[in-house]
C-alpha cells in the first residue's frame, strides 16, 4: 500500500514533471487565468494593427511640413499667375491662382499676389517668386510602371536588376535592393516632368517581387533608400509604429507569357504560393483570436514566416498588386485566382485586351482592377496583338504608363497627349498620368495632385510637344537653368483633336483586328477635296508650298484624277475643267485640312516583321560573315542579302502607319551583328507584292551596322570595311561595294558613337583620296552624331536619327543632346543648323505610325527654327536622299487631312493619294 502511494505519487510527479514540461497550462489553469506574458501588450498591438487599413495616419493632412523636407536645400516659392490643372472634380478644376510652396508641401493655393508683400515680410529674402505668366501647371507627372533605375540607362552587363531568374514565386524579393541612383534616366524623366515612379520588379516572374514609390529627385543623403515615398515601416530599423496604420505595400505579379513557364504552370504556381500565404495566415488569425481575448495559455511566438510576410499582407488587403498581364485569358486567371483567395488586384498592366472583357473585370474581388497601358505600343508579342489605341477611352479608369526604358518615361505625358488625341477626353487624359496613377498606388494623399510636386509647362499639357519650363519635387526646382521656348498661342490650348468614334466601335466590334486595308478608288476615278487651307508638295526633290489659303475664304478645292492633282484653287475654276465632265465625282470636305507629302518610314523591320517576338512571323536575321562562315550555296562571304526578297505586306503595322499618313517604307534585311544587306523601298498600302505599285524600287542602299556587339570588336567591324571598301573583293558583295565606293549606291550605317561615326568620316575620305569621286555615306541610328555635327556637315554625310529624341540606351548612345529644356538646341536642330542632312527613323514597327508626330515635334521644339517644308522633309524626301530611293517627283504619294493644315493633334489622315497606283484610297468607309 504504501509502495503504492509511493508509487502513485511518483507517477503523479513524474506526470506533473511533464506536464510543466510540455503542457503545464492546459492541464492546470485553463484559459485566460495564465499570466500574461511580458511582451503581451506588444502581441495585442500588433494582433490589432493587423486589421488596420492602410493609408495615410488621421493627423496627416494637418501637416505642417513634409517629411521629406529638406533643411537648407528647400526656399519657398511663390508662383504668381499659373493656370492650375488641380485634379479636383474628376480632373474638371482649372484655375487661375498663385501657388506657395514651403517645407516640401504646397501651402496654398489662391490668389496670393495681394498678399505678396506680407509673404515677403514673413518670408524675408528666402522667398523665391516666380511669374508664370499665364502658363499651365500641373502635378508632377506620375509613373505608375517604371523600372527606373533597377534596368540601367544606360544598360550594363552589371547593372541589370530588374528581373530575378531564380524561381517563378519570389514574394521576398525588393526592387529597393537594385535601385541604382546614378542612372542616366533621373533627370532626362524629370526634364519631362515626371516627378514619382512606382519602380516594379520585371515580368520575369510570375510573382517578382516588392515594388517601391520612388521621388525622383537626388536627395541630400544620395541613397535610394531615402528616395522612397512611404516606405513600409520594416524597411529598415524603424519597425512598425503600432499606433499608426501601415503604409501601402507593393507587388508585382505577372501572367500569361513569363520566363519558361507555361499558362498553366504559371497560375498553379499563384495558387500553391497564396494557399501557403492563407496557411500562415490563418494560424496568425488564430494565433491574433486568442491573444485578443486574452487566452494566453501555451500561445508561444506569433507565427511568420519571412518568405511569405509580403503575400500575406497581400492577403491582409495591405499590397497593392500590380499585374502585368495581358490576354482575356490571363485576366480571366488572375480574376479567378483574387476570387479564390480573396485579395483585390490594384492594376492590370499591359492589359491589352482589357477593352474587350469589361465584365470580367468587375468580376475581380473587391473593386475592378484599374488598367495601366501604352497609348500605341503594341502588337509585339501575340498577347499585345489586339491592343487598341482607342482601349484607353474605352475603359473607365486608367492609368498609361511608360515600363521605363520599354518607353522613355520623359515622354510619359506623350502618351496621355495621343490618347487624348484617340478619344480619351482631356480631364481622364491629364488624371492617368496624374491622380489617377497616384490612387492606383495609394498616394493620392500626397501626389497626383496639387499637394507635394508641381510642373510649369510650356504649353497645354495635351499640346504636342509640351515641355515643362520647371519642375518642383518636394518644393525643390530640378531644372537649373533651363531653355523655354515660347509657343504660339494656340498652344495654350487643349488640342481641337479628330472624331475617331467609328474607328473606336470597330474596334470592339472586331475584338482588336478592324479591317485596315483602305478603300481604294478604281481606275479612272476622279476625286475633289473641298476646304484645302494647304497643299505642299515635292518639287526636284524639295519640299515645296503649292498653295496656302490666309483665311477660311481662300480655302481652296482640289480635284485629283487617278490619284494625281488634275486641278486645284479656285472652286468655280476646277469644277469646270474638263477632267470632270461626264466623271461620277466623289468628294471629300477637309474642313481646312491639308495635302502634303506621304512619309517615309525607315530603322524598323517594317516588312519584314508582323509581330516583333514571335519568329514565326518574322523573316528573321541574315547570316553575319564576321561571326560564321556564309554557306557556300549562298555565295559564301561575297553572299549578299536582299531585304526585298523576305518582304510581307499588310501587317498591322504597316496599314496603320498608312493610315497616318505615312506611306512608303525603306528597310534593311534584319540583322544581328555587322551585315545587313540591300535595303528595298515599297509602298505600305498594299496587300501583296504583285500589286501595282507594291515595289517602289528594288534594292536601294547598302546596310551595315557597326556598334559595340557583344564578342565582335569594333575594330574588326571596321577592319572589314576598309577591306571591302578599299581592297579587292570578289563576288556579288565586292559589286555592291563596288557601286558604293563610286557614288553609285549609298552605304548606310548604323552607328551610335561619336567615336565610330569619327572613324566613318576618315573611312569616308580615304575612299575618296583613291576613287576621287564622292561617296554617300549615312549614318543611322546617330545618337552622339550632334557631337560631330560641324564635321559631319562638312564631310557631306548625312545622319538619320532614331530614335529621333535620343535615349542613353547603352554605353555608346551615352552622350545624347536631349533638346529642352535641358539644351537649346535638339540633336535633330543641331545637325541641320550644321548643314548637315538629317532624316528621323523609327525604331519598331509599331511606332512608325507615329512619324507625323515625331516631325511635328521636331518642328515644335525648334521654336520656329525648323520650317514646315523642312519638317516634311527630314520625314520624307531627306530620308529617300540618304537611303537612295529615287522616285519622280510625280509619283509621290500626297495625303489629305482633315482638320487642321499640320501634322499634329488637330488633323486626321483622311486619304492617300496614290499617283503609282492611278488611285485615290480613303480610310473613312462611311464616306464611300
Ligand atoms: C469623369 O470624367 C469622365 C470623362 O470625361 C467621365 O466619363 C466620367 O463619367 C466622369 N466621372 C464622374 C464621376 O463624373
Ligand atoms: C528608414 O527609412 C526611412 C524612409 O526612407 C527614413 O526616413 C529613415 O531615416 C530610415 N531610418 C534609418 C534608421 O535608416
Ligand atoms: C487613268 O489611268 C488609266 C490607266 O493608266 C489611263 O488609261 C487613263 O487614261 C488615265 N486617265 C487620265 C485622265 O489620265
Redesign the pocket.
Known sequence: MHHLRILLVATFLFVLFCLTQYDTPTFFFRGHRVKPPPHASAIIARCRQLHVQAGPPEDFHTRTHS?RFEEGSTRPVLIQNAKIWTGRKNGTHVIHADILLDKGLIKSIGHLRGSAAQLQLEYGKELVVVDAKGAWVTPGIVDIHSHLGDAASPALDGAEDDNSLKGTIQPWLQSLDGLNTHDDSYPLSIAGGVTTSLILPGSANAIGGQAFVIKLRETKEKSP??M?LE?PYH????FPNPNLPPRWRHMKHACGDVYKDTRMDTIWAFRQAYNTAKQIKQRQDEYCSRALSRDWANLGEFPEVLQWEALVDVLRGRVKVNTHCYEAVDLDGLVRLSNEFKFPIAAFHHASEAYLVPDLLKKAYGKPPAIALFATNARYKREAYRASEFAPRILAEEGLTSDHPVLNSRYLLYEAQQAHFYGLPENSAIASVTSNSAEVMGMGHRIGYIKEDLVIWDSHPLALGATPSQVFIDGIAQLESPYVITKPENFQKSPRVPNFDDEARKAVTYEGLPPLVPKKMPLDSTVIFKNVKSIHVVKKGIVEQMYSAQAATEFATVVSHNGSIACYGDEQKCMSSKILDGANAFVIDLEGGSLSPGLVTYGSPVGLQHIDQEASTNDGNVYDPLRKAIPNILGGDSAIIRAADGLQFASRDALLAYRSGVTLAVTAPSHQRFLAGLGTSFSLSVSHKLEEGAIIQETTALHVSVRHFPKLSVSTQIAALRRLLLGTSAGALGEWFGKVKTGEIPLVVEAHSADIIATLVILKQEVEAQTRKPMRLTISGGAEAHLLAKELGEAHVGVILNPSRPFPYVWEDRRILPGPPVSKNSAIMELISNNVVVGIGCEEIWSARNLPFDIAWAAIESGGRLGKEEAFAIGSTNLLKLLGVELDDAKLDLVASRGADSFGFDSKVVSVLSPRQNSVHIFEEEHI
Open positions: 517629411d533608400s531615402s522612397l516606405p524597411i529598415n530599423t524603424s
